[in-house]
Protein backbone atom coordinates (compact mmCIF):
# COMPACT_ATOMS: atom_id res chain seq x y z
CA UNK A 1 0.00 0.00 0.00
CA UNK A 2 1.52 3.58 -1.09
CA UNK A 3 2.21 5.91 2.31
CA UNK A 4 1.39 9.61 2.08
CA UNK A 5 4.33 11.51 3.92
CA UNK A 6 3.64 14.72 5.25
CA UNK A 7 6.41 14.83 7.21
CA UNK A 8 8.01 18.84 8.01
CA UNK A 9 11.56 17.31 7.81
CA UNK A 10 12.95 14.89 7.55
CA UNK A 11 10.55 14.48 4.72
CA UNK A 12 9.85 13.29 1.44
CA UNK A 13 12.70 13.07 -1.55
CA UNK A 14 11.88 11.85 -4.96
CA UNK A 15 11.27 8.14 -5.35
CA UNK A 16 13.84 7.49 -7.91
CA UNK A 17 16.52 10.24 -5.78
CA UNK A 18 16.27 7.37 -3.33
CA UNK A 19 16.42 4.06 -5.58
CA UNK A 20 19.78 6.05 -6.97
CA UNK A 21 21.10 6.97 -3.62
CA UNK A 22 20.47 3.78 -1.98
CA UNK A 23 22.06 2.15 -4.83
CA UNK A 24 25.25 4.35 -4.68
CA UNK A 25 25.97 3.12 -1.36
CA UNK A 26 26.32 -0.37 -2.57
CA UNK A 27 28.36 0.38 -5.27
CA UNK A 28 29.11 3.49 -6.86
CA UNK A 29 28.73 4.52 -10.52
CA UNK A 30 29.75 0.53 -11.01
CA UNK A 31 32.81 0.74 -9.06
CA UNK A 32 32.21 -2.01 -6.59
CA UNK A 33 33.21 0.79 -3.94
CA UNK A 34 30.20 2.36 -1.84
CA UNK A 35 30.01 6.30 -2.27
CA UNK A 36 30.46 6.08 1.58
CA UNK A 37 34.24 4.47 1.53
CA UNK A 38 35.40 6.91 -0.94
CA UNK A 39 38.27 9.44 -0.30
CA UNK A 40 36.24 13.41 -0.22
CA UNK A 41 39.13 14.05 -2.09
CA UNK A 42 38.94 11.55 -5.08
CA UNK A 43 38.36 12.45 -8.99
CA UNK A 44 34.93 10.75 -8.63
CA UNK A 45 33.63 12.88 -5.70
CA UNK A 46 35.29 16.30 -6.42
CA UNK A 47 32.84 15.58 -9.73
CA UNK A 48 30.36 15.40 -7.57
CA UNK A 49 30.87 18.50 -6.10
CA UNK A 50 31.49 20.18 -9.25
CA UNK A 51 28.28 19.02 -10.42
CA UNK A 52 25.95 20.21 -7.56
CA UNK A 53 27.65 23.36 -7.31
CA UNK A 54 26.80 23.83 -11.27
CA UNK A 55 22.96 22.58 -10.92
CA UNK A 56 22.67 25.16 -7.80
CA UNK A 57 23.73 28.08 -9.96
CA UNK A 58 22.15 27.23 -12.90
CA UNK A 59 18.63 26.40 -11.48
CA UNK A 60 19.00 29.47 -9.50
CA UNK A 61 20.29 31.55 -12.16
CA UNK A 62 23.42 32.68 -10.05
CA UNK A 63 26.68 34.29 -11.64
CA UNK A 64 30.27 33.70 -9.98
CA UNK A 65 29.95 36.40 -7.90
CA UNK A 66 28.76 33.92 -5.42
CA UNK A 67 30.02 30.94 -4.12
CA UNK A 68 28.16 27.70 -2.92
CA UNK A 69 29.47 25.82 0.28
CA UNK A 70 28.05 22.85 1.55
CA UNK A 71 28.36 22.61 5.57
CA UNK A 72 27.33 20.87 8.09
CA UNK A 73 25.73 21.67 11.35
CA UNK A 74 22.55 22.08 9.94
CA UNK A 75 20.72 25.70 9.48
CA UNK A 76 20.71 26.51 13.22
CA UNK A 77 24.44 26.85 12.87
CA UNK A 78 24.20 29.46 10.41
CA UNK A 79 22.13 31.36 12.90
CA UNK A 80 26.01 31.82 14.66
CA UNK A 81 27.89 31.82 10.98
CA UNK A 82 25.75 34.46 9.59
CA UNK A 83 25.84 37.33 12.70
CA UNK A 84 29.88 35.99 13.11
CA UNK A 85 31.00 36.89 9.32
CA UNK A 86 28.92 39.70 9.05
CA UNK A 87 28.16 41.74 12.08
CA UNK A 88 30.30 44.80 13.39
CA UNK A 89 27.42 46.38 14.94
CA UNK A 90 24.00 45.88 14.40
CA UNK A 91 21.63 43.93 12.05
CA UNK A 92 17.91 44.07 11.27
CA UNK A 93 15.51 40.70 11.76
CA UNK A 94 12.49 39.76 10.81
CA UNK A 95 10.98 37.54 13.63
CA UNK A 96 8.15 35.80 11.88
CA UNK A 97 8.22 32.21 13.34
CA UNK A 98 10.55 30.21 15.87
CA UNK A 99 12.88 29.54 13.35
CA UNK A 100 13.65 33.20 12.83
CA UNK A 101 13.23 33.90 16.73
CA UNK A 102 16.00 31.56 16.80
CA UNK A 103 18.08 33.12 14.51
CA UNK A 104 17.53 36.62 16.33
CA UNK A 105 18.48 35.00 19.60
CA UNK A 106 22.12 33.86 18.05
CA UNK A 107 22.73 37.25 16.56
CA UNK A 108 22.12 39.03 20.06
CA UNK A 109 25.62 37.56 20.60
CA UNK A 110 27.37 39.24 18.29
CA UNK A 111 25.99 42.83 18.65
CA UNK A 112 22.78 44.83 18.59
CA UNK A 113 19.48 43.45 16.63
CA UNK A 114 16.68 45.35 15.26
CA UNK A 115 13.64 43.63 15.10
CA UNK A 116 11.72 45.49 12.00
CA UNK A 117 8.65 43.53 12.49
CA UNK A 118 7.62 40.48 15.04
CA UNK A 119 4.50 38.09 14.59
CA UNK A 120 4.97 36.84 18.31
CA UNK A 121 1.32 38.60 19.39
CA UNK A 122 -0.36 37.48 16.68
CA UNK A 123 1.46 33.53 16.97
CA UNK A 124 3.14 34.25 14.00
CA UNK A 125 -0.33 33.89 11.66
CA UNK A 126 0.91 37.25 9.77
CA UNK A 127 3.95 39.05 8.07
CA UNK A 128 3.50 42.68 7.93
CA UNK A 129 4.73 44.62 4.76
CA UNK A 130 4.91 48.18 6.48
CA UNK A 131 8.48 47.61 7.89
CA UNK A 132 11.86 49.50 5.93
CA UNK A 133 15.23 47.97 6.35
CA UNK A 134 17.37 50.85 8.16
CA UNK A 135 20.48 51.98 5.39
CA UNK A 136 22.69 52.05 8.85
CA UNK A 137 22.96 48.20 9.81
CA UNK A 138 25.38 45.73 8.26
CA UNK A 139 22.67 42.98 6.79
CA UNK A 140 19.16 42.12 6.85
CA UNK A 141 18.08 38.60 7.71
CA UNK A 142 14.50 37.10 6.94
CA UNK A 143 12.76 33.85 6.80
CA UNK A 144 11.46 32.82 3.25
CA UNK A 145 9.17 30.08 4.82
CA UNK A 146 8.24 29.47 8.51
CA UNK A 147 7.76 25.96 8.68
CA UNK A 148 6.18 25.35 11.69
CA UNK A 149 3.42 28.22 11.59
CA UNK A 150 3.01 27.74 7.74
CA UNK A 151 3.52 31.25 6.33
CA UNK A 152 5.53 32.51 3.62
CA UNK A 153 6.90 35.42 2.66
CA UNK A 154 5.88 36.33 -0.96
CA UNK A 155 7.48 39.75 -1.58
CA UNK A 156 11.11 40.89 -0.56
CA UNK A 157 12.39 44.12 0.42
CA UNK A 158 14.01 46.52 -2.43
CA UNK A 159 17.35 47.58 -0.22
CA UNK A 160 20.91 48.05 -0.71
CA UNK A 161 21.61 46.57 2.95
CA UNK A 162 23.65 42.37 2.06
CA UNK A 163 19.59 40.85 2.44
CA UNK A 164 20.69 37.57 4.31
CA UNK A 165 17.76 34.77 3.79
CA UNK A 166 16.76 31.71 5.65
CA UNK A 167 15.05 29.31 2.73
CA UNK A 168 15.38 25.75 5.39
CA UNK A 169 11.83 25.02 3.71
CA UNK A 170 11.14 26.21 0.31
CA UNK A 171 14.82 26.59 -1.32
CA UNK A 172 13.71 25.20 -5.17
CA UNK A 173 10.84 25.35 -4.53
CA UNK A 174 9.68 28.32 -6.31
CA UNK A 175 11.30 30.94 -8.78
CA UNK A 176 12.80 34.14 -7.39
CA UNK A 177 15.40 36.75 -8.27
CA UNK A 178 17.65 35.10 -6.42
CA UNK A 179 20.56 37.94 -7.19
CA UNK A 180 18.18 40.60 -4.89
CA UNK A 181 19.85 37.82 -1.58
CA UNK A 182 23.57 38.19 -0.65
CA UNK A 183 23.65 35.13 1.53
CA UNK A 184 20.88 32.07 1.77
CA UNK A 185 20.91 29.38 3.16
CA UNK A 186 19.26 25.83 3.79
CA UNK A 187 19.34 22.79 5.81
CA UNK A 188 18.93 19.80 3.28
CA UNK A 189 16.62 17.38 5.09
CA UNK A 190 13.24 19.35 4.39
CA UNK A 191 13.54 20.03 0.54
CA UNK A 192 16.74 18.50 -1.08
CA UNK A 193 18.60 15.36 0.60
CA UNK A 194 19.34 13.39 3.69
CA UNK A 195 19.92 15.53 6.96
CA UNK A 196 23.41 16.89 8.05
CA UNK A 197 24.41 19.05 4.93
CA UNK A 198 23.41 22.78 4.42
CA UNK A 199 23.79 24.58 1.41
CA UNK A 200 24.70 28.16 1.89
CA UNK A 201 25.12 30.75 -1.36
CA UNK A 202 26.67 33.42 -0.38
CA UNK A 203 28.11 36.32 -2.57
CA UNK A 204 31.64 36.79 -2.21
CA UNK A 205 32.03 40.84 -1.56
CA UNK A 206 30.30 40.55 1.47
CA UNK A 207 33.22 38.52 3.31
CA UNK A 208 36.38 39.94 5.12
CA UNK A 209 34.58 43.40 6.56
CA UNK A 210 35.04 42.50 10.48
CA UNK A 211 37.11 44.72 11.79
CA UNK A 212 36.65 43.08 15.79
CA UNK A 213 36.59 39.29 16.04
CA UNK A 214 38.41 36.47 15.11
CA UNK A 215 36.15 33.96 13.55
CA UNK A 216 36.99 30.70 14.24
CA UNK A 217 37.92 28.71 11.42
CA UNK A 218 35.57 26.34 10.54
CA UNK A 219 32.72 29.02 11.27
CA UNK A 220 34.88 31.25 8.56
CA UNK A 221 32.77 31.55 4.88
CA UNK A 222 35.91 32.49 3.58
CA UNK A 223 38.29 29.71 5.01
CA UNK A 224 36.08 27.72 3.19
CA UNK A 225 36.15 29.36 0.00
CA UNK A 226 39.64 29.22 0.36
CA UNK A 227 39.81 26.11 0.91
CA UNK A 228 38.46 24.99 -2.61
CA UNK A 229 35.12 23.91 -0.50
CA UNK A 230 36.96 21.17 1.16
CA UNK A 231 37.76 22.53 4.57
CA UNK A 232 37.18 19.48 6.26
CA UNK A 233 35.36 16.49 5.14
CA UNK A 234 31.78 17.06 3.98
CA UNK A 235 28.78 14.92 4.24
CA UNK A 236 29.45 13.29 0.78
CA UNK A 237 25.97 11.28 1.04
CA UNK A 238 24.02 14.28 1.02
CA UNK A 239 25.92 16.47 -0.68
CA UNK A 240 25.27 13.08 -3.71
CA UNK A 241 21.64 12.84 -3.03
CA UNK A 242 21.79 17.00 -3.27
CA UNK A 243 22.60 16.00 -6.63
CA UNK A 244 20.17 13.52 -7.86
CA UNK A 245 17.56 16.07 -6.57
CA UNK A 246 18.62 18.35 -8.68
CA UNK A 247 19.02 16.79 -11.78
CA UNK A 248 14.80 15.90 -11.00
CA UNK A 249 14.35 19.02 -10.92
CA UNK A 250 16.03 20.20 -14.12
CA UNK A 251 14.64 17.17 -15.54
CA UNK A 252 11.07 18.40 -14.36
CA UNK A 253 11.71 21.44 -16.58
CA UNK A 254 13.15 23.53 -13.42
CA UNK A 255 11.50 25.53 -10.94
CA UNK A 256 8.76 27.46 -12.95
CA UNK A 257 7.46 24.03 -13.47
CA UNK A 258 7.50 23.29 -9.79
CA UNK A 259 6.49 26.61 -8.44
CA UNK A 260 2.72 26.31 -10.88
CA UNK A 261 2.85 22.78 -9.11
CA UNK A 262 3.25 23.62 -5.40
CA UNK A 263 0.67 26.45 -5.82
CA UNK A 264 -1.78 24.06 -7.22
CA UNK A 265 -1.49 21.47 -4.84
CA UNK A 266 -1.68 23.93 -1.61
CA UNK A 267 -4.35 25.87 -3.27
CA UNK A 268 -6.20 22.52 -3.39
CA UNK A 269 -5.72 21.70 0.69
CA UNK A 270 -6.37 25.62 1.48
CA UNK A 271 -9.81 25.65 -0.13
CA UNK A 272 -10.90 22.15 1.04
CA UNK A 273 -9.73 23.71 4.46
CA UNK A 274 -11.80 26.87 3.93
CA UNK A 275 -14.85 25.17 2.64
CA UNK A 276 -15.08 23.05 5.37
CA UNK A 277 -17.23 22.97 8.59
CA UNK A 278 -14.83 21.21 10.81
CA UNK A 279 -11.26 22.38 10.53
CA UNK A 280 -9.81 25.47 9.84
CA UNK A 281 -6.32 27.58 8.99
CA UNK A 282 -5.52 30.76 11.36
CA UNK A 283 -2.82 32.08 8.23
CA UNK A 284 -3.41 35.82 6.54
CA UNK A 285 -4.36 34.91 3.42
CA UNK A 286 -1.76 36.46 1.58
CA UNK A 287 0.81 34.84 4.19
CA UNK A 288 -0.26 31.27 3.40
CA UNK A 289 2.98 28.92 2.77
CA UNK A 290 2.66 26.77 -0.89
CA UNK A 291 4.98 23.99 1.38
CA UNK A 292 3.45 23.55 4.86
CA UNK A 293 -0.25 23.52 5.52
CA UNK A 294 -1.54 24.06 8.77
CA UNK A 295 -4.43 23.47 10.06
CA UNK A 296 -6.85 22.98 13.23
CA UNK A 297 -10.13 20.90 14.35
CA UNK A 298 -12.74 23.44 15.34
CA UNK A 299 -13.98 20.53 18.00
CA UNK A 300 -10.72 19.63 19.64
CA UNK A 301 -12.76 16.46 21.21
CA UNK A 302 -12.81 15.02 16.93
CA UNK A 303 -9.21 15.02 17.34
CA UNK A 304 -8.88 11.03 18.42
CA UNK A 305 -11.62 9.94 15.55
CA UNK A 306 -9.36 11.86 12.72
CA UNK A 307 -6.17 10.61 13.81
CA UNK A 308 -7.70 7.34 14.10
CA UNK A 309 -8.83 7.97 10.35
CA UNK A 310 -5.98 9.02 8.60
CA UNK A 311 -3.52 6.85 10.69
CA UNK A 312 -5.18 4.04 9.30
CA UNK A 313 -5.08 4.87 5.54
CA UNK A 314 -1.37 5.27 5.36
CA UNK A 315 -1.07 8.95 5.85
CA UNK A 316 1.90 9.49 8.01
CA UNK A 317 3.74 13.08 9.60
CA UNK A 318 0.50 15.06 9.85
CA UNK A 319 0.75 15.98 13.11
CA UNK A 320 1.15 19.75 14.29
CA UNK A 321 4.50 21.00 15.57
CA UNK A 322 4.63 20.00 19.18
CA UNK A 323 4.98 23.67 20.02
CA UNK A 324 1.09 23.98 18.41
CA UNK A 325 -0.74 21.00 18.13
CA UNK A 326 -3.24 20.66 15.11
CA UNK A 327 -1.86 19.57 12.02
CA UNK A 328 0.47 20.53 9.44
CA UNK A 329 0.29 18.89 5.66
CA UNK A 330 3.81 19.31 4.73
CA UNK A 331 3.84 19.38 0.83
CA UNK A 332 7.20 19.66 -0.60
CA UNK A 333 8.14 19.30 -4.13
CA UNK A 334 8.35 15.53 -3.93
CA UNK A 335 4.89 15.12 -2.56
CA UNK A 336 2.25 13.86 -5.11
CA UNK A 337 -1.00 15.87 -6.08
CA UNK A 338 -2.18 12.68 -5.49
CA UNK A 339 -1.60 12.57 -2.30
CA UNK A 340 -2.48 16.02 -1.64
CA UNK A 341 -5.95 14.51 -3.39
CA UNK A 342 -6.00 11.25 -1.35
CA UNK A 343 -5.74 13.60 1.94
CA UNK A 344 -8.57 16.05 0.89
CA UNK A 345 -10.71 12.73 0.25
CA UNK A 346 -10.00 11.58 3.90
CA UNK A 347 -10.94 14.92 5.13
CA UNK A 348 -14.10 15.20 2.98
CA UNK A 349 -15.16 11.11 4.29
CA UNK A 350 -14.05 12.69 7.86
CA UNK A 351 -16.80 15.61 7.46
CA UNK A 352 -19.71 13.58 6.25
CA UNK A 353 -19.10 11.47 9.30
CA UNK A 354 -18.66 13.50 11.71
CA UNK A 355 -20.07 17.05 10.80
C1 LIG B 1 14.23 23.06 9.96
C2 LIG B 1 14.56 24.49 9.95
C3 LIG B 1 15.69 24.99 10.60
C4 LIG B 1 16.63 24.10 11.43
O1 LIG B 1 17.35 23.26 10.64
P1 LIG B 1 18.44 22.26 11.30
O2 LIG B 1 19.03 21.62 10.10
O3 LIG B 1 17.69 21.32 12.18
O4 LIG B 1 19.39 23.09 12.06
C5 LIG B 1 15.95 26.34 10.51
N1 LIG B 1 15.14 27.17 9.83
C6 LIG B 1 14.04 26.73 9.19
C7 LIG B 1 13.19 27.68 8.44
C8 LIG B 1 13.71 25.37 9.24
O5 LIG B 1 12.62 24.92 8.61
Redesign the pocket.
Known amino acids: MKIHNFSA?PSILPKQVIRKSAQSVISFNQSGLSLLEISHRSKDFIEIMEKTTELVKRTMNLNDDYSILFLQG????QFTMVPSNLMNREAAYLDTGI?ANNAIKEAEKFGKVRILFSGKKKNYTYISKNYKVPNEVDYFHC?S???IVGTQMKIFPNTPIPMVC?M??DIFSRKLNFCQFSLIYA?A??NVSS?GM?IVIVKKEILGKIKKRNIPSYLDYMIHIKNNRIFNTPNVFSIYTSMLTLEWIKNKGGLSILEKENEYKAQLLYDEIDKSNLFENKIHKENRSNMNVTFFLKKKNLENKFNKMWKKENIVGLDGHRYLGGYRASIYNALSLDSVRFLIHIMKEFEKKFS
Open positions: GGATLWTNNTDSSSQKAT
